[in-house]
């Protein structure tokens, strides 16, 4: 009996009707009066409550008044966070590059191949097939050892690869090219053929970074020099100079020769990385 009384009450609750009457207080002349039952009140009250939440949400969202709440971003904060995220991404990749450049060179420091300088050889002629006459000029480069000429008298009209632009390179040896620079079969030097016992010859002025065997190669000299550029030497019969040396471009290295398990013949393998990445040795120096 109390839940169906209480179920009465809150029926005419919701069906009486009221009034809302405004009056003058002097006269009592109605000047305004609205009648409404609970449920129109109610439907009127929910209605209030989206048209607030959806207008403050228009304004958090699509005008500056969001910049006055604690803890939401200002403009120039979020320039700020934008420019650190693009600092950090170029960063990143900077990192990435150096670290790959110290991995190559510290693999070409310890006798190895980097890990993607596999050398494959597609060469249509090869080292053995070039036929020299043969004379004693052991006389003649003895005098040019004596000379160490340095003329940097290369490449007339200066290059604009990298950050190499404008560098003269002295002719490691003056020869017959039989392998070409091919970064799509993975031959990242060329082949250069020259007379028996020739003289390999500094590219630029710089120092050896490394002066060894390898299995592979052979006698191996690598040459730092500056702007991040090394250049190699592979195949040698003999080397003329240490780690630790200053060497300057012209001056002999090496001896041309036919040592370590990949060679085919006599020949120079010639490669100059730049930034820790191979590029073709035809685009800067004058063979």
Not at 104 to 110: G, I
Not at 138 to 155: C, K, M, T
Not at 219 to 240: D, F, K, S
């Amino acid at each position: 009996m109390q839940k169906e009384r209480k179920r009465d009450k809150i029926k005419k609750i919701f069906q009486n009707p009221y009034r809302i009457v405004i009056f003058n207080d002097l006269n009592l002349h109605i000047i305004k009066q609205v009648r409404f039952n609970a449920r129109t009140m109610l439907g009127a009250l929910i209605f209030a409550v989206i048209f607030i939440i959806t207008s403050v949400t228009i304004l958090i969202a699509f005008t500056p008044l969001r910049e006055y709440i604690p803890g939401y971003p200002t403009g120039k904060m979020r320039q700020m966070l934008i420019g650190n995220v693009l600092v950090v991404d170029s960063l990143e990749q900077e990192i990435q590059r150096r670290d790959k450049y110290f991995t190559d060179f510290r693999a070409m420091l310890a006798g190895e191949t980097p890990s993607d300088t596999a050398v494959k050889r597609t060469a249509s002629l090869r080292p053995d097939q070039v036929q020299f006459k043969k004379y004693d000029h052991d006389s003649l480069f003895r005098e040019e050892l004596a000379r160490e000429q340095v003329n940097l008298g290369i490449n007339s009209t200066p290059s604009s690869k990298g950050g190499v632009a404008g560098l003269l390179f002295f002719p490691p040896l003056n020869g017959i090219i039989t392998g070409r620079f091919d970064i799509s079969n993975r031959h990242f030097g060329v082949d250069i053929v020259g007379k028996l016992n020739s003289r390999i010859s500094a590219a630029l002025d710089g120092t050896v970074v490394f002066a060894g065997w390898t299995i592979d190669t052979g006698y191996v000299i690598y040459l730092q020099h500056g702007q991040n550029l090394i250049t190699v030497y592979r195949h040698n019969a003999e080397l003329l100079k240490i780690q630790g040396d200053k060497v300057r471009a012209g001056e002999a290295i090496a001896i041309m020769g036919n040592s370590g398990k990949e060679t085919t013949g006599p020949h120079l393998h010639f490669e100059m990385w730049l930034n820790g990445l191979a590029v073709n040795p035809e685009d800067y120096v004058k063979f």
